[in-house]
């Protein structure tokens, strides 16, 4: 219910500013910022809804002269342009900036449900003509994935190239020097230890890439070995317990760059330089990097630091290793999985028998997921 009918808007700091009673409180916003932000034809395109003004089109001087309710909308007099401007009421609402105090560092938004064994117990397992066909189901299973990091799927057709008709429902395959698509099998020379029947501990792929990727689809056309189990943990959750057990190991590790490499295959030298766990500058958990197979020298950490540097890293290896928090399944024929790769790190146990195992893969971006979520929204589809 909004309150904006109860009071008039108040002006403060001459016009620079305007006070406003929204659910919650009282919110300010500034005159610069509701000028830059105006919805009319003329500052932007109604029909693409992009911005036709630059900001030194708006007079640095811009002030607000007065500012009305008039039914839900909020009409704004700007001078010195003399120019009038609405704004819808829910409009403000969801675009309120007036909060007070700094988030803890390490937050997360609400879109976002950490998880550990537990998850197992509630996963459902999508099929993927529901997926296809259906909205409502692509918009949940998508929905899923931005909460949980992670889904599984069911039904694939067992074919060359699964995965790219998987990254078709949202968005579009990221090639890479793997491939647009990649074969999962032991081989020969590997020219990743992806590619044998060694165990892998749980990891982020290609944290050597700048941008990494930030999905990765696995696709099973074929498992008849023994071992060979998928396994899955959430990064956010182990950064979670970390910074609870010890905020000065997390700290270290969010406050220093980590090292990783791949040179593998002819013509390759991909590095990069990143924190094991990444916060964004208010502090909003980003990003958890852990791979063991290709963490490079870290020298970025002062020698003062690296001891305890060390230990956090350690509590972190345990943590990923931590049964209490690793979701375990076995993929068959037709059976596919899909981890946010910033977020949800993966595993396979080590294949001990001989028999067929193979699997596809490919990366995809995660801008195309939350697009797919918000056109499908702007749609209607319901679930
Ligand atoms: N493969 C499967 O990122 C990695 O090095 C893990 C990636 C080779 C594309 C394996
Ligand atoms: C990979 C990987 C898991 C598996 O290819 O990146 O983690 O089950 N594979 O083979
Ligand atoms: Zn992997």
Sequence with gaps: MLTHTQARPRLLDQGQAVELDLVGGAHRFHAMWLRDNAQDAATRSPGNGQRLITLLDIPSDTRIASAEWVDDCLQVRFAPEDKVVEFAADWLQAHCYDRRGACEAGWTSGIVTRWDADLAGTLVVAHYDAVRDDPAARLNWLRTIRRRGFARMTGVPALDGAPAEIAALFGYVRETNYGRIFDVRAEVNPSNLAYTNLGLQAHTDNPYRDPVPGLQILVCL?????????????????????????????????????????????????????PLIEL????????????????????????????????????????????????????????????????????????????????????????????????????????
Excluded: W
């Excluded at 959430?234 to 490499?261: K, M, V, W, Y």
């Excluded at 963490?295 to 970025?300: G, H, I, K």
């Design 222 to 274: 074929q498992n008849e070995v023994e071992g060979g189990d998928s396994i899955v943990v959430d990064g956010f959750e182990i950064a979670a317990r970390l910074q609870a057990e010890t905020p000065e190991g997390f700290a270290l590790l969010t406050s220093h760059c980590a090292r990783f490499e791949y040179a593998g295959a002819q013509g390759v030298r991909l590095r990069a330089k990143k």
């Design 280 to 383: 964004g500058p208010d502090g909003e958990l980003l990003a958890v990097r852990f791979n063991n197979r290709s963490a490079a020298p870290f020298v970025d950490v002062p020698y003062e630091a690296m001891a305890d540097y060390y230990v956090a890293y350690r509590r972190m290896a345990e943590l990923v290793e931590d049964p209490a928090l690793a979701v375990r399944f076995k993929l068959e024929p037709g059976d596919a999985f899909i981890v946010d790769n910033l977020r949800v790190l993966h595993a396979r146990s080590a294949i001990t028998s001989s028999g067929n195992r193979h699997l596809q893969g490919c990366y995809a971006d995660k801008d195309g997921l939350r697009s797919s979520i918000a056109a499908l929204e702007a749609q209607g589809a319901s679930t």
